[in-house]
């Protein structure tokens, strides 16, 4: 997943304190789920599936012989050799009942350098799982795979189908995975509601506070090349209109390119329902933000934009990832060029973008812009948290976790929940804990791990989350529970100034 994790940013202004407790499940061996998730997932990380060239035919190999071994028919689609996606499913007795698909991708982006442990090969160490995919997206992959074999162990059948679904190449693009299977095999699909990789569960330990952030959508991905040209001249005459000096200049001057900020409906719901977890100087910013002011909503912006997870929700933003030159070190190449990532709110028109961004490094003859990958239009709406299956999140979420709020939120990133969404799909990204590990932990990072408790209850939740909407299950404990709906903030007069804000 092109992703980044949202490490507490929830916690950026302080968050009152509140019970929490965790009894466990009940009518559910979740010590047998979980062993066979963990024994599938150290087995998935054994496998190498890492771009470009993935071996995900192994790997599919691999999860088709287990279901064979609990009797579950599958589908192997693969667009070209190399290439595999899986596909299984649990019938469900309800006809009209759309059904659940659990999906997860089966690549994983090239090993980083720095690792100390063995990418492709798990180590168990401190209560931590290391390898490549422990947490984008084979962790997922094998908690899927140990749920849907339980409950064909169990006979339990649900009510509407449950779909297992592993794809190819989402670190890709997709082109081989569920881009794919969108234009062309759609019908064997044709799931209502999905639960993808993305979002995860914000602590706040001290205080006893969760907050469950469901990703409902993502920004928009594109890419930019800027080129600078130069003099090309032999490496042992310096020249001053040398192309990486000029390069380099420009690069320099982005973090001065700042768009305005832009609430989207999606991003003025996600600030609503975390605006009564704020302190008073919180609550105030918030409500600045979402007034109708919009000379306090950009000053609120520009402060709660300091915080970066907050910034990708309020603006569109930029990031240098790549640069290149020429490969001889005995010359001076003519161009150097570097690859901007650039992540859209939704609405946002790309060609504007793109003409602004050239307009602020215009004056420079030596540089050209060009667009190397461009969001497909019109791009698909983020989820708003009225339906069902947000229901069944945001009441799971209540029970394990008394006084918990669901968030429906917008990923700076991309993945495989923009296609199906595409398709009028319902779907949620869920997720481990995402403060309670360090950034060793991240995806893509060197040695990535996931430990074993965040794994326990990521496992936890999810099979109580398809327990209840596909079984018509609660297997939590009964807990009374508030409603985590949040009210709406009270009108306010913007100050004058922002100093109790700040």
């Given at each position: 997943?092109?992703?980044?994790?949202?490490?507490?940013?929830?916690?950026?202004?302080?968050?009152?304190?509140?019970?929490?407790?965790?009894?466990?499940?009940?009518?559910?061996?979740?010590?047998?789920?979980?062993?066979?998730?963990?024994?599938?997932?150290?087995?998935?990380?054994?496998?190498?599936?890492?771009?470009?060239?993935?071996?995900?035919?192994?790997?599919?190999?691999?999860?088709?012989?287990?279901?064979?071994?609990?009797?579950?028919?599958?589908?192997?689609?693969?667009?070209?050799?190399?290439?595999?996606?899986?596909?299984?499913?649990?019938?469900?007795?309800?006809?009209?009942?759309?059904?659940?698909?659990?999906?997860?991708?089966?690549?994983?982006?090239?090993?980083?350098?720095?690792?100390?442990?063995?990418?492709?090969?798990?180590?168990l160490e401190d209560g931590r799982i290391y390898g490549?995919?422990?947490?984008?997206?084979k962790n997922y992959t094998a908690m899927h795979l140990?749920?849907?074999?339980?409950?064909?162990?169990?006979?339990?059948?649900?009510?509407?189908?449950?779909?297992?679904?592993?794809?190819?190449?989402?670190?890709?693009?997709?082109?081989?995975?569920?881009?794919?299977?969108?234009?062309?095999?759609?019908?064997?699909?044709?799931?209502?509601?999905?639960?993808?990789?993305?979002?995860?569960?914000?602590?706040?330990?001290?205080?006893?506070?969760?907050?469950?952030?469901?990703?409902?959508?993502?920004?928009?991905?594109?890419?930019?090349?800027?080129?600078?040209?130069?003099?090309?001249?032999?490496?042992?005459?310096?020249?001053?209109?040398?192309?990486?000096?000029?390069?380099?200049?420009?690069?320099?001057?982005?973090?001065?390119?700042?768009?305005?900020?832009?609430?989207?409906?999606?991003?003025?719901?996600?600030?609503?329902?975390?605006?009564?977890?704020?302190?008073?100087?919180?609550?105030?910013?918030?409500?600045?933000?979402?007034?109708?002011?919009?000379?306090?909503?950009?000053?609120?912006?520009?402060?709660?934009?300091?915080?970066?997870?907050?910034?990708?929700?309020?603006?569109?933003?930029?990031?240098?990832?790549?640069?290149?030159?020429?490969?001889?070190?005995?010359?001076?190449?003519?161009?150097?060029?570097?690859?901007?990532?650039?992540?859209?709110?939704?609405?946002?028109?790309?060609?504007?973008?793109?003409?602004?961004?050239?307009?602020?490094?215009?004056?420079?003859?030596?540089?050209?812009?060009?667009?190397?990958?461009?969001?497909?239009?019109?791009?698909?709406?983020?989820?708003?948290?009225?339906?069902?299956?947000?229901?069944?999140?945001?009441?799971?979420?209540?029970?394990?976790?008394?006084?918990?709020?669901?968030?429906?939120?917008?990923?700076?990133?991309?993945?495989?929940?923009?296609?199906?969404?595409?398709?009028?799909?319902?779907?949620?990204?869920?997720?481990?804990?995402?403060?309670?590990?360090?950034?060793?932990?991240?995806?893509?990072?060197?040695?990535?791990?996931?430990?074993?408790k965040d794994y326990q209850e990521q496992i936890a939740?999810?099979?109580?989350?398809?327990?209840?909407?596909?079984?018509?299950?609660?297997?939590?404990?009964?807990?009374?529970?508030?409603?985590?709906?949040?009210?709406?903030?009270?009108?306010?007069?913007?100050?004058?100034?922002?100093?109790?804000?700040?």
């Amino acid at each position: 997943m092109k992703k980044i994790l949202l490490l507490g940013a929830l916690a950026l202004f302080g968050v009152p304190a509140a019970a929490q407790t965790f009894d466990g499940l009940t009518a559910v061996d979740m010590d047998e789920i979980y062993a066979r998730a963990k024994n599938y997932l150290i087995h998935l990380i054994n496998i190498d599936t890492s771009q470009p060239e993935p071996n995900e035919t192994a790997a599919v190999r691999y999860i088709y012989k287990e279901l064979n071994k609990h009797h579950i028919d599958w589908d192997y689609l693969s667009p070209r050799k190399g290439s595999a996606n899986l596909l299984a499913r649990l019938p469900g007795t309800d006809p009209d009942a759309k059904p659940l698909l659990l999906i997860s991708h089966i690549d994983t982006q090239a090993a980083a350098e720095g690792w100390t442990y063995p990418p492709f090969k798990a180590t168990l160490e401190d209560g931590r799982i290391y390898g490549l995919g422990s947490t984008d997206a084979k962790n997922y992959t094998a908690m899927h795979l140990a749920l849907f074999t339980y409950l064909k162990d169990k006979a339990l059948t649900p009510q509407r189908d449950i779909l297992f679904l592993v794809t190819s190449g989402e670190e890709a693009g997709s082109d081989t995975g569920l881009k794919w299977l969108a234009e062309t095999l759609w019908d064997k699909i044709n799931a209502g509601y999905a639960l993808n990789e993305g979002g995860g569960v914000i602590k706040d330990e001290p205080r006893g506070t969760t907050v469950l952030f469901a990703e409902a959508g993502t920004k928009m991905y594109m890419d930019v090349k800027i080129t600078a040209s130069g003099e090309a001249a032999h490496s042992s005459v310096p020249v001053p209109d040398n192309a990486v000096y000029r390069l380099s200049q420009a690069l320099a001057r982005l973090p001065q390119f700042n768009p305005p900020a832009r609430l989207t409906p999606a991003t003025k719901e996600f600030f609503r329902r975390i605006a009564p977890l704020q302190d008073e100087d919180g609550q105030t910013t918030i409500r600045l933000l979402l007034s109708n002011d919009s000379h306090s909503q950009q000053m609120a912006a520009d402060i709660m934009a300091q915080d970066p997870f907050f910034r990708t929700q309020l603006k569109d933003t930029i990031n240098p990832v790549n640069i290149s030159s020429g490969t001889d070190t005995g010359a001076a190449a003519a161009e150097a060029s570097a690859i901007i990532n650039v992540r859209l709110l939704p609405g946002t028109d790309p060609d504007s973008f793109f003409e602004e961004l050239r307009t602020f490094l215009d004056g420079e003859d030596h540089l050209s812009l060009e667009i190397l990958e461009r969001p497909q239009l019109p791009f698909p709406a983020t989820m708003d948290g009225s339906d069902d299956l947000f229901a069944a999140l945001a009441q799971t979420a209540r029970e394990m976790w008394p006084g918990a709020v669901t968030v429906p939120g917008m990923s700076p990133a991309s993945g495989d929940g923009e296609f199906l969404r595409r398709m009028g799909v319902i779907t949620y990204g869920l997720g481990p804990a995402m403060n309670s590990q360090g950034p060793a932990a991240s995806p893509h990072a060197p040695d990535e791990y996931i430990s074993e408790k965040d794994y326990q209850e990521q496992i936890a939740f999810f099979t109580a989350v398809v327990y209840r909407f596909a079984l018509g299950q609660d297997i939590l404990p009964q807990q009374t529970v508030a409603s985590d709906v949040s009210p709406q903030l009270p009108a306010v007069q913007p100050p004058q100034t922002l100093e109790k804000a700040e």
